[in-house]
């Protein structure tokens, strides 16, 4: 049995999403805005990664940095760059995975919560040519400050992205959905839904 890829109507029917906040996401994607996405461990930040997928035209190329095969290339215009803990330096590996981006050029580069690179790094160097989707954990609710202690990045960088989506995790029914969808402004998060 194959690997079922989460689309947006399944993010509906299970209550993970509200339509309204997938409208919005959608039109994110197409207009190539940077978009991080937080939550606990096991908060569905992958599976929202999936369904946004759906959003990008065919023919626009998608480079996507995870590890250890967390991510399988469903669409033909996705391409895995799959990092793991090897004998090369994080410095090596990084360097390795900033070429790899350059040489596909894509239209958005998805970092799907990893440690193998330093990503604080691929940020410095790629997030002003190219359009951002990236996951991170988020374990309190102070967003900015564990977005920058996960990924290692400054206020700075944090502030170039355009949209922050909280995911949520019922611990008690295991319920995952979003909880709500920021736009960052001035150094600020301001809520949209």
Do not use: C
Request: aromatic letters at 10%.
């Amino acid at each position: 049995m194959g690997v079922y890829i989460f689309t947006p109507e399944d993010l509906i029917r299970y209550g993970a999403a509200r339509e309204g906040q997938l409208d919005l996401l959608k039109k994110a994607v197409l207009d190539k805005e940077d978009i991080l996405i937080v939550g606990s461990s096991r908060s569905g930040k992958t599976k929202l990664v999936e369904a946004l997928m759906h959003f990008v035209p065919d023919d626009w190329k998608v480079a996507v940095i995870t590890a250890y095969g967390e991510f399988k290339p469903f669409k033909p215009n996705i391409v895995v760059i799959d990092t793991q803990f090897d004998n090369q330096s994080l410095e090596r590996r990084t360097s390795d995975v900033i070429a790899k981006i350059k040489a596909i050029n894509p239209d958005y580069v998805v970092i799907d919560t990893i440690h193998t690179i330093d990503v604080a790094r691929v940020f410095r160097e790629l997030i002003d040519n190219y359009a951002f989707i990236v996951t991170s954990l988020a374990l309190t609710d102070d967003i900015k400050d564990e977005v920058k202690h996960w990924l290692r990045i400054s206020g700075e960088t944090f502030d170039k992205f355009d949209i922050v989506v909280e995911l949520k995790r019922d611990w008690r029914t295991g319920k995952k959905s979003i909880n709500r969808v920021y736009r960052v402004k001035d150094g600020n998060l301001e809520v949209l839904l």
